[in-house]
């Protein structure tokens, strides 16, 4: 099994930046891509980026990209959502979430392991 840990939410203003962090412990060998996923009140759980094992490619939802960089540290077993330029349309519980398949699936039922979830909220 594998455990999801993440941190660095909190409340910021339009236009700030934060960053989330994710670590994964127990069996921590991630064999697959690790992404993020938020879920905003009253709205469905949705993909916001995901990266692949090597780190190589990542992929981003088109209301994030430009904005967001995701990114992993395989020694550490982390990975890394930074964020930029935040708008209130932001705010949601973001989830970090991996996998263990070969290939990479952007959906939620792509992934096997989810955290509990940081809440970010973006307000003035």
């Known amino acids: 099994q594998v455990q999801l840990v993440e941190s660095g939410g909190g409340l910021v203003q339009p236009g700030d930046s934060l960053r989330l962090s994710c670590a994964a412990s127990?069996?921590?060998?991630?064999?697959?891509?690790m992404g993020w996923f938020r879920q905003a009140p009253t709205k469905e759980r949705e993909f916001v980026a995901v990266?692949?094992?090597?780190?190589?490619?990542?992929f981003y939802s088109d209301s994030v990209k430009g904005r967001f960089t995701i990114y992993r540290d395989n020694a550490k077993n982390t990975v890394t959502l930074q964020m930029n330029s935040l708008k209130s349309e932001d705010t949601a519980v973001y989830y970090c979430?991996?996998?263990?398949?070969?290939?990479?699936?952007?959906?939620?039922?792509?992934?096997?392991?989810w955290g509990k979830g940081t809440l970010v909220t973006v307000s003035s």
């Open positions: 990266v692949t094992r090597s780190g190589g490619m990542t």
């Open positions: 979430a991996a996998s263990t398949k070969s290939w990479v699936d952007l959906s939620l039922r792509g992934m096997d392991y």
């Open positions: 127990g069996r921590t060998t991630i064999s697959g891509a």
